[in-house]
Structures are given as structure tokens and as C-alpha cells.
């Protein structure tokens, strides 16, 4: 979905989406949006995997 569709959930706490605008998944915290990804401004910092397609659990 785009970002508009992803604003226009209802805040639903542990739901995670991906975000076709970012290129990225977010998840909704039960007050608002927080982008995962590897770090950087306004997101949750993921460790990242070393090699192309390591699963992160």
C-alpha cells in the first residue's frame, strides 16, 4: 500500500505494513507510525543482515 492508505489505518497497536511510497515496513505502535528500517530520522533501528536475503527475527 501507498503512504496515504497506510495513514488512513486506524491506529491498531502491532500492526506492521509495507509502505510502497518508502520502499520500507512500518508497524503502528497504538498511538502512530514508526518506519523500520536500518536507522536514520524517525525510524527504528533494525540491525542489518550482512548478506542479501538474511530474514531478521
Known sequence: MDSVARKNIPNTKGLMVYDSTYNSFW???G???QRVSAG???TAAVPGGTNV???LC
Do not use: E
Open 31 to 33: 498511538v502512530g507510525w
Open 40 to 42: 536514520g530520522t524517525n
Open 27 to 29: 508497524y503502528n505502535t
Open 53 to 55: 536475503g538474511d530474514m
